[in-house]
């Protein structure tokens, strides 16, 4: 069974989002989406400054066999990207909700939190997948 | 005989189990306007013995002319055994095997040429190879767009100077994807990049530099200051070079301070026969930090479970069976046998095999443009060091005399007077080893007789 933190936000497409104190919101992929992709060989981040839609090709996971888009979660301006990741895209795999975060968004529109899963209904899209 | 195996009672289970009343169900969704009734112009088959005589007779009428035509794809000695190796039935494929790491030897042949493709230009990485030397251009670009994140322009820069042809076929291919190419022109009466026009575009955001060596016109271009120009204004450079070429001159890894970002070409004169346009391969290398958004695929060595050597697919998760509309390429495969082929060639002749028959080009090519120019009224057009083509003006109109020399058994070379107007009745020749002295001097009668002839 994946870790599914309670205090987090998620994806059906398997991307976490963890408001920050600040209001910023940091975006990973989750433990079940990484356990799935295997060893990861590179990332994709994306540029700090850009601006994403909900629902937009944010990020690029790359394991030997595929490559894979990460959507942003919300609407908003990169303002951090993870760099450690272009050497040591394995954080990914090995702490994905902490070392292994993608980037940071300052959210344009903070209605669309509300539009994200819970830790339980996301539990429930990764047990679905399961059958 | 339909290829695809399937008996009547196959197909009519299948298409009950996915609901569809008929094969022809399947394609509905295609307008009938849009559908072609009947192949009406496709003759019906022909026996092989048949088509065995059909393209002998096709094939004698190309009869064997003397040939001074370059222009991108080059007359050279391939080695008797070059094709016989690949023509074995363990290198007989075109294709990278779908089971790739079942197919040993395949995949070790990829890796050399890599290595030998990173080794001739200077560069870290080789793909495996693509179509052609022009469509390698073509993804040369795109992948710059890719790779240049800063630049957002799509903009190309190309001297007029690049093989038209490659020019062509990557607009054509880039179209539809919001890339723009601005073509700069050469010096008059020089023959390469007018660099003054290139500093004019000075702090304008250009994705990416394309510099050809030696240029269309066989001449050096001064690609150390057009390769520093472009780094210093923050634009990838993309080489375009004639492989064998750089068994003399210095690798495009080398060019500037730094380097060149992406090289390409085609692999043609690395063993490949003349073939009406092709097939020919197209090959790439380029900087580790752009490995990812290289299109095709790379072979890498590794190691198995008991330490062995082994090779195997490292890269190709962004081609298009994997990555689908998002892939670094829509063309997602590579050209095995004509890569075979180079291979070998390149193992056979060695480094310094290589450099002779690249320094032989060179000298007959000088040679020839010695004799030809002692015609009256055939003028050298440029004069610059060159490798192993060169313009000459004629007195004439040079597709007559062309049709002329062929009545003579000689190809004379390309006529440039549509593609390059202002140079006038222009012609580009080459000689490559396989020109004799001889072969030069049976050149330079047959075409002073013909222009005596001309009023």
Redesign the interface.
């Known amino acids: 069974m994946s870790n599914i933190p309670a205090d987090l936000k998620y994806l059906d497409s398997h991307e976490w989002a963890r408001v920050e104190s600040d209001g910023t919101v940091t975006i990973g992929i989750s433990d079940h989406a990484q356990g799935a992709l295997g060893d990861l ?2 990332v ?1 981040v994306p ?1 700090v400054g850009k601006s994403l839609s909900k629902g937009a ?1 944010a990020a690029v996971v ?6 894979s ?1 990460v959507y942003s979660p919300l609407s908003g301006e990169v303002i951090a990207a993870n760099d450690a990741l272009s050497g040591s895209p394995e954080l990914v795999n090995s702490d994905p909700y902490g070392a292994g975060w993608l980037f940071k968004l300052k959210p344009s529109n903070a209605g669309e939190l509300q539009q994200l899963l819970d830790a339980k209904a996301y539990e429930k899209v990764v047990a679905d997948a399961a059958h | 005989m339909p290829f695809i195996p399937h008996t009547e009672t196959e197909i009519s289970e299948m298409l009950a189990a996915i609901g569809a009343p008929s094969i022809d169900a399947l394609f509905d969704e295609i307008p009938a306007a849009l559908r072609i009734k009947s192949l009406a112009a496709i003759p019906d088959a022909l026996s092989e013995m048949e088509v065995g005589r059909l393209m002998q007779q096709r094939a004698s009428q190309d009869g064997r002319p003397l040939n001074f035509l370059g222009a991108g794809a080059y007359e050279h000695h391939i080695p008797a055994a070059v094709w016989a190796i690949v023509t074995r039935g363990e290198f007989y494929s075109a294709y990278t095997p779908y089971q790739a790491e079942a197919s040993q030897g395949t995949l070790q042949l990829l890796y050399e040429y890599q290595t030998m493709m990173s080794s001739l230009t200077g560069m870290e990485v080789s793909n495996a190879s693509l179509y052609d030397g022009a469509s390698a251009l073509a993804e040369a670009c795109l992948m710059s767009v890719r790779a240049h994140r800063r630049s957002k322009s799509a903009r190309i820069v190309v001297p007029s100077t690049l093989n038209p042809t490659y020019l062509s076929v990557s607009r054509a291919v880039t179209e539809g994807q919001n890339l723009s190419f601005t073509v700069l022109p050469y010096e008059p009466g020089k023959g390469t990049l007018q660099f003054s026009r290139l500093e004019a575009l000075k702090g304008e955001d250009i994705t990416a530099v394309v510099i050809q060596q030696p240029n269309f016109f066989g001449l050096m271009e001064d690609v150390d200051a057009i390769t520093d120009w472009a780094h210093a204004n923050n634009a990838l450079v993309i080489a375009v070079v004639n492989p064998l070429s750089l068994a003399l001159f210095k690798p495009p890894g080398e060019w500037g301070t730094k380097g060149v970002d992406i090289v390409v070409g085609d692999g043609q004169p690395l063993g490949v026969p003349l073939s009406s346009g092709g097939p020919y391969f197209g090959f790439m290398t380029t900087r580790m930090e752009h490995v990812r958004q290289m299109p095709g695929r790379i072979i890498g060595r590794t190691v198995d479970l008991d330490g062995k050597q082994g090779f195997t697919l490292t890269l190709q998760a962004r081609e298009q069976h994997i990555r689908r509309s998002k892939a670094t390429s829509n063309i997602c495969t590579n050209q095995g046998l004509l890569v075979t082929a180079a291979t070998i060639h390149m193992s056979l002749l060695g480094a310094a095999g290589l450099e002779a028959v690249a320094a032989t080009s060179q000298r007959q090519t000088s040679k020839l443009v010695e004799r030809l120019a002692r015609i009256p009224g055939v003028k050298v057009v440029f004069d610059g060091y060159r490798f192993h083509e060169a313009v000459l003006q004629l007195p004439t109109k040079v597709s007559e005399v062309l049709e002329a020399l062929a009545k003579r058994n000689i190809v004379g070379g390309l006529d440039l007077s549509k593609l390059y107007p202002e140079l006038g009745n222009a012609l580009l020749v080459c000689a490559t080893e396989m020109r004799t002295d001889a072969d030069l001097d049976s050149y330079a009668s047959a075409l002073a007789d013909v222009l005596e002839r001309k009023p």
């Open positions: 060989v590179f994709e540029e090709a790359e394991s030997v066999k595929a490559a888009d």
